[in-house]
């Protein structure tokens, strides 16, 4: 079975604070995702990566930056954290077919 | 803009009877189709897919129909039950994307004894 682990499961933290979600998978999956979640807009794009050392922004990245040093590790920072920040986080990796999305448990990060 | 929509931010529905999740795409290039269910406080967890060669994918009591002239595809989950109340996703990819999945807002599935 795919396993992808989101480092935390409930953060808080505080306005202006740097922040790091960290996402591992032990599947050797080249494609990995950073998604937002909130009520009445599904899951948002915020990065995305297709192999070690690159990325691509999403549809929503203002606010945010991602690290990929590792193939397994894909990390995101939020560089000062804000209010409209507070969110639950979820990472995904892509299986070799590119088709099915593999999904971490999620982050709920509240900033106050 | 939003190239995957899901009108229907909610449906309800009592056990037995049938769940109908509707789902409509923009772009004609998309050629993967996906349904994702996902529980409150967990990750979404993938369902039931279908490639756009094909016009029906059945799995036990979930169907997925895809229909490509109306750009639209749709989720039959027969007998529903009441542990099928999650909140569903539809996603849509197109091969050139490096796999990268459109999603809709999704559908809150309720079914009630």
């Known amino acids: 079975d795919v396993k992808v682990t989101q480092s935390s499961r409930y953060l808080v933290k505080r306005t202006g604070e740097k922040v790091f979600l960290e996402c591992v998978q032990d599947?050797?999956?080249?494609?990995m995702f950073w998604y937002r979640q909130d009520p009445g807009l599904g899951l948002r794009l915020i990065y995305f990566?297709?192999?070690?050392?690159?990325?691509e922004k999403g549809d929503i990245p203002e606010g945010y930056s991602v690290s990929r040093e590792k193939k397994e590790r894909f990390s995101l920072i939020l560089e000062s954290a804000s209010t409209n920040q507070t969110s639950m986080y979820l990472c995904?990796?892509?299986?070799?077919?590119?088709?099915?999305?593999?999904f971490g448990q999620g982050t709920r990060l509240t900033v106050v | 803009d939003q190239q995957v929509k899901q009108n229907s931010p909610s449906l309800s529905v009592q056990e037995g009877r049938i769940s109908i999740l509707n789902c409509d795409y923009t772009?004609?290039?998309?050629?993967?189709f996906l349904w994702y269910k996902k529980y409150p406080a967990e990750g979404p967890t993938f369902l039931i897919s279908?490639?756009?060669?094909?016009d029906k994918n059945e799995d036990g009591r979930f169907t997925v129909f895809l229909n490509k002239s109306a750009k639209h595809l749709s989720l039959h989950i027969v007998p529903s039950q009441p542990g099928d109340s999650a909140v569903y996703f539809c996603?849509?990819?197109?091969?050139?994307?490096?796999?990268?999945?459109?999603f809709g807002r999704g559908t809150q599935l309720t079914v009630w004894p």
């Open positions: 996603a849509s990819s197109r091969g050139s994307t490096l796999g990268r999945l459109y």
């Open positions: 599947m050797d999956h080249e494609n």
């Open positions: 990566s297709y192999d070690v050392k690159m990325k």
């Open positions: 995904a990796t892509l299986d070799s077919s590119n088709t099915e999305a593999f």
């Open positions: 772009n004609s290039m998309f050629d993967y």
């Open positions: 279908i490639s756009s060669i094909k």
